[in-house]
């Protein structure tokens, strides 16, 4: 190791120490957060829908949503593939209100059915799903019901169950799964030397984990928060540099499950795509136009007319924007087929690949893991699609920005195929077997990134 990366190291290392030092002013950051939120979600309900002429700067709602759907989303997605989950061990105000609630709650045992490892997927797809359906995007009183009942729950998990934990945060948060698995390449993490774990002397000072991870042993930086709380611990802990997806190939990756394999392929790359551009996808279209006619034909009028409460579905009458009976049933015919597709495109070659690389151990799902550039990539860049449109309607037009997110996929898919190809060599030596396992992932890997840059 070279002086500058010894130097690099170091000052690394100091500033995961210079948080340990600064909670109290986090906790006040937080609060400050936590703040700026509440106003950003509850005012706009209050307030009329933003006209044409309104613009970002001189509407709340308009700024509102930007600040939600233009920044906030996309960019903490950007921020936990390049430093980690600091977002949610120092910013998410709903880490911070659950563990608040927890310092002063029941402080009950943890139940066996809320750590069922399903919960982060089924939970992001309910609420991906429910968003697309109220036009969660376009209108604060979908957003204040989504992400307010979300806080809300976070705090009653927090006020019932655990003392100053974050159990929402580990087992419950619709989000968390996908940062879990963003993270992954991440060039940062808390780095753990169980070796140079020191036997205890006397009592040795105690480390509230919000997240409930079980440092000395912790592999990777999927679980942890990066709150600094555990920085230099017993001399085992500390902030470091790491080869970005590093922990994908000889990392946690290695232990991964089935529900992150699901997380990846029927949901980021099938579900999500599907979920940010079905209002301009001719598949959306096709379905809508069979149902009409369908209905037609057997002289059913209701679901083409019959409006639900904007709670349910999207209604907003004085916006001339209604979704219908027809319009839902095919957003979700498209959102289920979007997920069907991207699973069997994927999924065929994983099982392949992994028939290929003969092993005790099947190794489809660390296969799949390779995956994870890819559905980040096409995450950040769909979400950052509402950031483009938003600016686009006040007119402020970014040069070229369509052709890097473009490239970005393109880059993204080439280090998943390298990715997978890594992985290969460790289930197999076989040069010939490796090479043909990562063409098999490689076709629709490259086939979803050049789609994805022809149609985004």
Request: charged content about 10%; aromatic content about 10%; glycine content about 8%.
């Amino acid at each position: 190791m070279t002086s500058i990366q010894i130097g690099a190291q170091a000052l690394l290392g100091g500033f995961g120490d210079l948080l340990l030092r600064r909670q109290v002013f986090i906790r006040r950051l937080q609060w400050g957060i936590v703040a700026g939120y509440a106003a950003l979600l509850v005012v706009p309900v209050v307030l009329p829908l933003p006209a044409r002429t309104d613009f970002i700067w001189t509407n709340l709602t308009r700024f509102a949503q930007f600040v939600f759907w233009g920044l906030w989303w996309p960019f903490v997605i950007l921020a936990t593939a390049l430093v980690g989950r600091f977002w949610c061990g120092i910013l998410c105000p709903e880490g911070a209100l659950s563990e608040f609630a927890s310092e002063r709650g029941a402080g009950r045992a943890i139940p066996g059915w809320m750590k069922w490892s399903g919960w982060p997927v089924l939970s992001f797809i309910s609420t991906t799903v429910y968003g697309q359906l109220t036009s969660i995007y376009q209108y604060p009183k979908p957003a204040a019901l989504l992400l307010g009942g979300s806080t809300f729950a976070a705090i009653a998990v927090g006020a019932r169950y655990g003392k100053a934990k974050r159990v929402w945060c580990r087992f419950l948060c619709p989000v968390s799964g996908v940062f879990g698995i963003v993270s992954k390449i991440a060039p940062l993490h808390f780095r753990v030397d169980p070796a140079s774990w020191p036997a205890p002397r006397g009592r040795p000072d105690a480390v509230n984990c919000a997240p409930l991870v079980p440092i000395k042993t912790m592999q990777g930086a999927a679980a942890c928060h990066m709150c600094g709380r555990c920085s230099g611990h017993r001399g085992a802990i500390r902030l470091a540099w790491r080869k970005p997806a590093i922990d994908i190939v000889r990392g946690s990756g290695r232990m991964a499950t089935g529900w992150e394999t699901a997380m990846l392929l029927p949901v980021m790359l099938g579900l999500v795509p599907a979920a940010l551009t079905w209002s301009g996808s001719d598949w959306f279209l096709a379905i809508r136009q069979w149902l009409v006619e369908a209905c037609l034909d057997a002289q059913l009028m209701w679901p083409l007319s019959l409006r639900l409460p904007w709670w349910l579905l999207t209604n907003y009458p004085a916006a001339g924007d209604i979704m219908t009976i027809v319009d839902a049933v095919s957003l979700l015919a498209l959102l289920a087929l979007s997920a069907a597709l991207a699973t069997l495109a994927f999924g065929f070659p994983l099982a392949a690949s992994a028939w290929i690389l003969r092993n005790r151990v099947r190794p489809m799902h660390h296969l799949a893991q390779s995956l994870i550039p890819l559905a980040s990539a096409s995450l950040f860049t769909g979400l950052l699609s509402l950031t483009i449109s938003q600016l686009r309607m006040d007119g402020i037009m970014l040069p070229i920005v369509d052709d890097l997110r473009s490239a970005l996929v393109l880059a993204a898919a080439v280090w998943s195929v390298a990715l997978c190809h890594q992985i290969t060599g460790l289930y197999d030596r076989c040069f010939g077997r490796r090479l043909l396992a990562t063409c098999l992932l490689a076709l629709p890997t490259l086939t979803f990134a050049v789609g994805w840059a022809a149609f985004s």
